[in-house]
């Protein structure tokens, strides 16, 4: 397991209370947008953490990695 899949398997195992706050320390430090996923749509939304959080409200469709 590479060091993204150990944070993501940290986040997914808290509470939700606990998850809210990871998520919100992990976008200061979100590397979204170099990612084939993000799109320009989802940059102008800003959505970020999709990796984690499992979901778009908008833009995001398809993983593609």
């Known amino acids: 397991m590479d060091t993204f ?7 997914k ?9 990871e998520v919100e ?3 200061g430090i979100c590397n979204c947008p170099g990612c084939p996923t993000h799109n ?3 940059k102008n939304a800003p959505e970020l953490l999709f990796c ?6 908008v833009c995001i469709s398809e993983d593609k990695g």
């Open 5 to 11: 899949e150990l944070m993501m398997k940290n986040v």
């Open 13 to 21: 195992e808290k509470s939700s209370k606990e998850m809210a706050m």
């Open 25 to 27: 320390k992990y976008r």
């Open 40 to 42: 320009p749509c989802a």
């Open 52 to 57: 984690i959080t499992g979901k778009s409200f």
